[in-house]
Structure formats: structure tokens, C-alpha cells
């Protein structure tokens, strides 16, 4: 059974950084590719960014494009999501994801597994 774990949220003064870690488990991740997705209070579930997990190029959502980055270190099967010049708009539970397939990436419905978020405030 795949497992994910979310950690590394918290409150963050806006202009500040975070680090989100997603530890996986449970499963062979080379065929599979992972995301980070974030819901606000009231609002729908929103893609924040992916990436497979044998390279290519990531995607963004055009929100965080050049504040946010994500990255993966196979030896530890785990994805990362770094957090720059974060703003008050940015504050959501964030989530991780996995899929088997590798089209449809900004979609919610496209991902198998998740993670139980973690939450992230962004408030002076």
C-alpha cells in the first residue's frame, strides 16, 4: 500500500520561505509521477506543481512560477517543495500526490494516492 507523508508546514511572515517534504512508501516510484496540490478554506482543491519521477521538465502552476520549486532525491524516495517570497494568497493545506500515469498531471482526479496535508500560513 503507498503511503505519503506531508511535513514541513507551518506559519511563515509573508516574503518568508518554507520547505514541504513528501515521504513515500509502499511502492516502486520510478514509473510514477508526483505532484503537490493545495486547498484553502471554501475553495476547490488547485494543482501547485509536479514531476515524474525519472526526470523531465517540472510543471508549475502559473501562481507560483519562479517563487516555488520542486525536486525529488529517488535515493530517498522523497519529493520536496520549495517555498519562496511566500504570500498571504499561498496560505492552504498542501498535499501530496502520486500517479501511475503520466498525462494530466494538473488534474486532481489523475492521482492514486495522497497524502493527509500539511498546513501552510502565510500571516505577519
Known amino acids: 500500500q503507498v503511503q505519503l507523508v506531508e511535513s514541513g508546514g507551518g506559519l511563515v511572515q509573508p516574503g518568508g520561505s518554507l520547505r514541504l517534504s513528501c515521504a513515500a512508501s509502499?511502492?516502486?516510484?520510478?514509473?510514477?509521477?508526483m505532484g503537490w496540490f493545495r486547498q484553502a478554506p471554501g475553495k476547490e482543491r488547485e494543482f501547485v506543481a509536479a514531476?515524474?519521477?525519472?526526470?523531465?521538465?517540472?510543471l508549475y502552476a502559473d501562481s507560483v512560477k519562479g517563487r516555488f520549486t520542486i525536486s525529488r532525491d529517488k535515493a530517498k524516495n522523497t519529493m520536496y517543495l520549495q517555498m519562496n517570497n511566500l504570500k498571504p494568497e499561498d496560505t492552504a493545506v498542501y498535499y501530496c500526490?502520486?500517479?501511475?500515469?503520466?498525462?494530466?498531471?494538473?488534474?486532481?482526479?489523475?492521482?492514486?494516492?495522497w497524502g493527509q496535508g500539511t498546513q501552510v500560513t502565510v500571516s505577519s
Open positions: 509502499g511502492g516502486t516510484f520510478s514509473d510514477y509521477a
Open positions: 514531476i515524474t519521477w525519472t526526470g523531465g521538465s517540472p
Open positions: 500526490a502520486a500517479t501511475s500515469g503520466l498525462f494530466r498531471l494538473g488534474i486532481p482526479g489523475a492521482y492514486h494516492y
